[in-house]
């Protein structure tokens, strides 16, 4: 999965199982996700919920044109047995470089020639 934000955002996602029917449907997890950082300077948080949470990128300051990227491994269980039926995914955060959106003016007071 692939997320793009700029560097004063994060992105919150939310995780369920999918079947493995020809159509898949949703499908429960058993106990909360877990993720890492696998490579780059990002953040999570994992929510109350178990299921969703955020993701954002480092301290780092993006070069205009060229995102800040972290790569991480969210992981869940589809059975409730632990480790019997693993759940992987890899997120990809790209993180642009925050810029101005449009032209903000403050006028002073009144003032003598």
Partial sequence: MDLLCNNEQKVKVTFTGMDNAPVPKPAP???PIGVSVVNGDGSFEVEADGVSAYFA???GVPVPGTPLV???KVHAEGDP????????MDVYLHATLAEAA??????SAPEFK
């Fill in 102 to 107: 449009s032209l903000g003016a403050v006028a």
């Fill in 81 to 88: 047995t632990p480790g019997v039926d693993p759940l992987d």
């Fill in 29 to 31: 997890l058993y106990g």
């Fill in 70 to 72: 972290t790569q991480y």
């Fill in 57 to 59: 990128s480092g301290p």
